[in-house]
């Protein structure tokens, strides 16, 4: 991250997406491509998740990666958009969590870094 500068940003308007990815390699290749895009500014890949659900009445057990980005609220239509488009599961699991209080200097570099 950059030097300190003057916080300005309303923690509100910021969210984290929550995403589930099946290995670490889709889950580096989709928070890379969200970052270039300028749709999020940082990423969290974290390996070693265990998954459990129920598909056709069988529980399923399954190691997945989770992905936490953090982003402008007004991009997340575009994000949910581009994770779709990427993402290798039919149907993603994809959350959006609120930002309700932040270190406001962070929530600064994220505004400066993604796309209005």
């Not at 580096?28 to 659900?53: E, F, M, Q």
Request: charged share 25%; net charge negative; with cysteine.
């Amino acid at each position: 991250m950059t030097k300190k500068q003057e916080a300005s940003a309303n923690p509100t308007e910021f969210v984290a997406v929550y995403v589930t990815v099946d290995n670490e390699d889709g889950a580096v290749h989709l928070a890379t491509a969200l970052v270039i895009d300028k749709l999020v500014a940082y990423v969290n890949v974290k390996t070693g998740a265990r998954s459990i659900y129920e598909a056709d009445g069988i529980i399923q057990l399954e190691n997945e990666v989770v992905i936490v980005m953090f982003a402008k609220r007004s991009n997340v239509e575009r994000i949910i958009e581009r994770v779709k488009e990427i993402h290798s599961y039919a149907v993603p699991c994809i959350n959006v969590m609120p930002i309700i209080d932040g270190n406001k200097d962070f929530l600064d570099w994220v505004d400066q870094q993604t796309v209005i």
